[in-house]
């Protein structure tokens, strides 16, 4: 059974950079896709990006510029930085991992806040 | 691209089947058969419940399916119950010039009356 566990700074100023840690419990990154989810309070969720486990990655061109996800094979980890973040990006950012083209396991979430 | 359009919200009485439309464009929906549908209580991460647009996971009820035609998907939810109370978003797969790009739906309060 895959785990997901999350984890990082909540509370950010504008211009700063978010970032976010998700550990993989009970697999393993091969020929697995991963991806980072956000979803602002009271609205939907927008996919972020995603990463294969040969270190290959696809974003969103809404966040090309400002994003980068990576993965930490000896850790069973992938990582998030999202840079000069505004009020905008306030949101729960969740990983998930991929099962064909869904999203099949989740992480809890990690709440972020963009605020001066 | 754009977000896929969904009912705000949708109601049923205990017992009764609804049916919860996603309505996308002839690069998402219309050209993948790859949309997947979650369910989210509040607080909680996305579930998934359908995938490849009429699949279910195992130890996801039978009272669950997808369906799609043209642009619009469809997940229908039969025999309803008090745990189905919660929002549902459906999902498509489709393509950027940056390669695989997935878009969400507007999400569906589902109210069992």
């Known amino acids: 059974q895959v785990q997901l566990q999350q984890w990082g700074a909540g509370l950010l100023k504008p211009s700063e950079t978010l970032s976010l840690t998700c550990a993989v419990h009970g697999g393993s990154f091969s020929d697995h896709y991963w991806s980072w989810i956000r979803q602002p309070p009271g609205k939907g969720l927008e996919w972020i990006g995603e990463?294969?486990?040969?270190?290959?990655?696809i974003y969103n061109p809404s966040f090309e510029s400002r994003v980068s996800i990576s993965l930490d094979t000896s850790e069973n980890q992938l990582s998030l930085k999202l840079t000069s973040v505004t009020a905008a990006d306030t949101a729960v950012y969740y990983c998930a991992k991929h099962g064909g083209k869904s999203f099949d396991y989740w992480g809890q979430g990690a709440p972020v806040t963009v605020s001066s | 691209q754009s977000a896929l359009t969904q009912p705000a919200s949708v109601s049923g009485s205990p017992g009764q089947s609804i049916t919860i439309s996603c309505t996308g464009t002839?690069?998402?929906?219309?050209?993948?058969?790859?949309v997947s549908w979650y369910q989210q209580h509040p607080g909680k991460a996305p579930k998934l419940m359908i995938y490849d647009v009429s699949n279910r996971p195992s130890g996801i009820s039978n009272r669950f399916s997808g369906s799609k035609s043209g642009n619009t998907a469809s997940l229908s939810i039969s025999g309803l119950q008090a745990e189905d109370e919660t929002t549902y978003y459906c999902s498509s797969y489709t393509r950027s010039n940056s390669g695989s790009l997935y878009v969400f739906g507007t999400g569906t309060k589902v109210t069992v009356l």
């Open positions: 002839s690069s998402d929906i219309g050209a993948y058969n790859f």
């Open positions: 990463i294969y486990h040969s270190g290959g990655t």
